[in-house]
């Protein structure tokens, strides 16, 4: 995988020049590592008490969306100008509660394809796993 990636929205939205995703707003995600040579992307996600499940847990949706973000935001990081991103495929697994407040997740990219990308993907909490993913994108065009 090329790391000379620059100039695609990814990279302008890391810089500043364009606006994140309103999602990513939601989600309260910021970005805490991309490392294209080692197909990894690390996030933080605050979790807001509006999320929680009447049992008092972060509702699982919330928990698929961080894990979206992650999967789709690791392709996105390398894709050209004029490409885009479409999760074809995410198999979620939800291994604990998530309490309100700070998230950790982490993305892998398995196997990047000219069209077809396999990511792999966990949410920890207080260093211990909550959810976890793999997703199936697309490159298409933008």
Not at 101 to 129: K, N, T
Request: proline share 4%; with cysteine.
């Amino acid at each position: 995988m090329s790391a000379t990636i620059t100039d695609n929205w990814f990279a302008r939205m890391r810089r500043g020049e364009v606006p994140r995703a309103a999602v990513a707003e939601l989600l309260g995600e910021t970005i805490t590592q991309v490392d294209l040579e080692q197909g990894l992307l690390e996030a933080r996600y605050i979790a807001a008490p509006s999320f929680l499940n009447p049992a008092g847990g972060v509702q699982g949706g919330m928990l698929g969306a961080m894990l979206d973000a992650l999967t789709a935001g690791l392709v996105d990081a390398t894709v050209a100008e004029g490409e885009a991103v479409a999760t074809l495929s995410l198999n979620l697994a939800f291994l604990r509660p998530a309490a309100a407040g700070a998230i950790d997740g982490r993305a892998q990219l398995v196997r990047r394809g000219r069209e077809v990308c396999h990511v792999s993907a966990e949410l920890l909490q207080a260093g211990r796993p909550v959810a976890s993913a793999t997703a199936v994108c697309k490159i298409v065009s933008a």
